[in-house]
T-cell receptor, first 113, second 112 residues
Framework: AQTVTQSQPEMSVQEAETVTLSCTYD???????LFWYKQPPSRQMILVIR??????QNATENRFSVNFQKAAKSFSLKISDSQLGDTAMYFC??????????FGQGTRLTINP | KAGVTQTPRYLIKTRGQQVTLSCSPI?????VSWYQQTPGQGLQFLFE???????NKGNFPGRFSGRQFSNSRSEMNVSTLELGDSALYLC???????????FGPGTRLTVL
């Protein structure tokens, strides 16, 4: 079975700090996609960043970057210069060949002023 | 471009009733996926439709069904509602050839 594990249920940092959210996954597939989604209190799921497994280069989107370790099946998200608007639930998600997302349980991130 | 829209946003039903939720994808997107989000089980995949055909299905009982119309709009139906069906139901659309799913605001279903 394909599973995604986020080991940090909650995290809290001060504004402007850097924070790293952890994610590991389990799969026997070689080609797949990984995503980080953000769900603020409004409950709207927002795509933060994506990574194709066949790409060795880590994805970056402005203040958001990932550390993708394929052999270790690890996909962590780093948020630099954190802002109050980054407060949200963050979900790591895995997509195998099919158009179907498998989500982790989420990390509740709070950015304090 | 308008985002994914879902109607209704909130719904209250009683046990045993049935419910239909609607999802309109982003214009040009032909794949629509549905997810159930609950505090206990988290986010779980229900099914995915593409060109009016169910292409993928999650592990939900047959009470959960869906369909897609020629304009790519999708509906999901839950029959014989149970208390445990109370959840946020999210739909997401994807452009052909892409893997990025864009989510709607969800429908909050409460079963009493």
């Amino acid at each position: 079975a394909q599973t995604v594990t986020q080991s940090q249920p909650e995290m809290s940092v001060q504004e402007a700090e850097t924070v790293t959210l952890s994610c590991t996954y389990d799969t026997s597939e070689n080609n797949y996609y990984l995503f980080w989604y953000k769900q603020p209190p409004s409950r709207q799921m927002i795509l933060v960043i994506r990574q194709e497994a066949y790409k060795q280069q880590n994805a970056t989107e402005n203040r958001f970057s990932v550390n993708f370790q394929k052999a270790a099946k690890s996909f962590s998200l780093k948020i630099s210069d954190s802002q109050l608007g980054d407060t949200a639930m963050y979900f790591c998600a895995f997509m195998p060949g099919a158009q179907k997302l498998v989500f982790g349980q989420g990390t509740r991130l709070t950015i304090n002023p | 471009k308008a985002g994914v829209t879902q109607t209704p946003r909130y719904l209250i039903k009683t046990r045993g009733q049935q419910v239909t939720l609607s999802c309109s994808p982003i214009s040009g997107h032909r794949s629509v996926s549905w997810y159930q989000q609950t505090p206990g089980q988290g986010l779980q995949f229900l099914f995915e439709y593409f060109s009016e055909t169910q292409r993928n299905k999650g592990n939900f009982p047959g009470r959960f069904s869906g369909r897609q119309f020629s304009n790519s709009r999708s509906e999901m139906n839950v029959s014989t509602l149970e208390l445990g069906d109370s959840a946020l139901y999210l739909c997401a659309s994807t452009r052909t050839g892409s893997r990025e799913q864009f989510f709607g605001p969800g429908t909050r279903l409460t079963v009493l």
